[in-house]
T-cell receptor, first 118, second 111 residues
Framework: GAGVSQSPSNKVTEKGKDVELRCDPI?????LYWYRQSLGQGLEFLIYFQGNSAPDKSGLPSDRFSAERTGGSVSTLTIQRTQQEDSAVYLCASSLNFPGILRDDTQYFGPGTRLTVL | DAKTTQPPSMDCAEGRAANLPCNHSTISGNEYVYWYRQIHSQGPQYIIH???NNETNEMASLIITEDRKSSTLILPHATLRDTAVYYCIVRVANLGNQFYFGTGTSLTVIP
């Protein structure tokens, strides 16, 4: 079946521009996660959605970062006034997770969007 | 979530079993052990997870010690395509929270 997809696969932008990154989770998955990975580094958690709600925004690095999810499906991560330190691979994952019900919440990852800020 | 300790790198001959260790001495009773891997320039790939019992699927086997303070991921017949960074993660399932990936073990399968 179709996995998590992300677009664009690569994005090059100039410092100060805004960018939008898109994530299409696996159909039926209620939970969606954003991470970023800088070159040679581990994964850094950014934000998590349960349905359309984001109960944990503590990982967003600054107020230039925001994310939304509509219809319990597609999510968009927006970075305003990009800086060079924002350059990284942005990864999206989804899981079937239903809160309060003991079910597998294994996260499945997309291929990522490589963002380069010049 | 409990922290994990993994060797930074390992080599394995092609066709042989790759045994990747992980220590999680502070694991709680309701925390699962998950394994993911990340091949260069790709997103992390789920491999296997377990709570107490050993688990096996088409990709690998997971052996968890009786005291649950360590585990081993076994790739029974390593191929060149198994060269990747392998992450051992412990977390409480079904909280919808993040995975802490750490630095993992870089496995190189040698022809």
């Amino acid at each position: 079946g179709a996995g998590v997809s992300q677009s664009p696969s690569n994005k090059v932008t100039e410092k100060g521009k805004d960018v939008e990154l898109r994530c299409d989770p696996i159909s039926g998955h209620t939970a969606l996660y954003w991470y970023r990975q800088s070159l040679g580094q581990g994964l850094e958690f950014l934000i998590y959605f349960q349905g359309n709600s984001a109960p944990d925004k503590s990982g967003l690095p600054s107020d230039r970062f925001s994310a939304e999810r509509t219809g319990g499906s597609v999510s968009t991560l927006t970075i305003q006034r990009t800086q060079q330190e924002d350059s990284a691979v942005y990864l999206c994952a989804s899981s079937l997770n239903f809160p309060g019900i003991l079910r597998d919440d294994t996260q499945y990852f997309g291929p990522g969007t490589r963002l380069t800020v010049l | 979530d409990a922290k994990t300790t993994q060797p930074p790198s390992m080599d394995c001959a092609e066709g042989r079993a790759a045994n990747l260790p992980c220590n999680h001495s502070t694991i709680s009773g309701n925390e699962y052990v998950y394994w993911y891997r990340q091949i260069h320039s790709q997103g992390p790939q789920y491999i296997i997870h377990g709570l107490k019992n050993n688990e096996t699927n088409e990709m690998a086997s997971l052996i968890i010690t009786e005291d649950r303070k360590s585990s081993t991921l076994i790739l029974p017949h390593a191929t060149l395509r198994d060269t990747a960074v392998y992450y051992c993660i412990v977390r409480v399932a079904n909280l919808g929270n993040q995975f802490y990936f750490g630095t993992g073990t870089s496995l190189t399968v040698i022809p």
